[in-house]
């Protein structure tokens, strides 16, 4: 069964850090992609980051390229977005989904997820 796990959310002030984990079973990340995604209050749910392990890269949006770092452990089966310099408009539900490949334009990021995990809250205080 594929499952997709978020944690690591949490309240923390602007300008502070938070590291999300995904935790994946029951497929390869080899086989697949790992993307982080967010959904604010009353807004849609956005794409953030992106990671390919097959191919070594990644890919951020340009809203938060330079402060959020997406990375793996393939012994932990392990996905992890470490959020560095939070801001208050970073506040949002964040998930972690599976594709066999992301598209890397922030509006299409969505469009070959196949699962998708329940999501954890990131609430930045200013």
């Known amino acids: 069964e594929v499952q997709l796990v978020e944690s690591g959310g949490g309240l923390v002030q602007a300008g502070g850090s938070l590291r999300l984990s995904c935790a994946t079973s029951?497929?390869?990340?080899?086989?697949?992609?790992i993307g982080w995604f967010r959904q604010a209050p009353g807004k849609e749910r956005e794409g953030v980051s992106c990671i390919s392990i097959s191919a070594g890269t990644t890919y951020y949006v340009d809203a938060v390229k330079g402060r959020f770092t997406i990375s793996s452990d393939n012994v932990k089966n392990t996905v992890y977005l470490q959020m560095n310099n939070l801001k208050p408009e970073d506040t949002a539900v964040y998930y972690c989904?599976?594709?066999?490949?992301?598209?890397?334009?922030?509006?299409?990021?969505?469009?070959?997820?196949?699962?998708w995990g329940k999501g954890t809250l990131v609430t930045v205080s200013s």
């Open positions: 989904a599976r594709a066999p490949y992301f598209v890397t334009r922030p509006q299409d990021m969505a469009i070959l997820v196949d699962y």
């Open positions: 029951g497929f390869s990340l080899d086989d697949y992609d």
